[in-house]
């Protein structure tokens, strides 16, 4: 989870967020101008992945190798439920301030992903009704 050459998950869900610019750095801040000078649009500038690990415990938050304004949380891990239906529930509010430290931003978007890319292996995932509830 922690080097880019490993970062491919079964399952992983992304929810986004719009962060206030003020809790983003000025190489952040830059970096985001420019993309958006570039593309026309800015990225989410948090975002949370709910990952179906292959080791690491469940309930582990870990940064993205790859960005420091991603934090992938763990909600399943190993094979042990391979194969089976899984319910999972969290509370975003509670996840993002355990990420991030402070209360989470508007919600911009949700991304569902399964990938191999970086460990050039297989892997098959279904995913079942996603839903969002308030408090």
Do not use: C
């Not at 750095?25 to 990952?51: D, E, H, M, N």
């Not at 319910?87 to 993002?96: G, H, P, T």
């Amino acid at each position: 989870m922690t080097q880019k050459s490993g970062d491919d998950y079964a399952a992983r869900i992304y929810i986004t967020f719009d962060a206030p610019a003020k809790t983003l750095s000025f190489f952040q801040r830059t970096q985001l101008a420019a993309i958006k000078l570039f593309y026309g649009k800015t990225p989410p500038t948090a975002a949370l992945a709910y990952v179906w690990g292959n080791r690491a415990a469940v309930g582990s938050i870990h940064p993205n190798p790859f960005t420091d304004r991603v934090r992938m949380i763990v909600v399943e891990s190993g094979p042990q439920h391979a194969n089976q239906w899984r319910a999972i529930r969290r509370n975003l509010v509670n996840d993002f301030q355990a990420a991030f430290g402070y209360p989470p931003p508007p919600i911009s978007s949700i991304a569902i992903m399964t990938d191999t890319d970086n460990t050039a292996s297989s892997a098959t995932a279904w995913y079942r009704d996603i839903t969002l509830e308030g408090p």
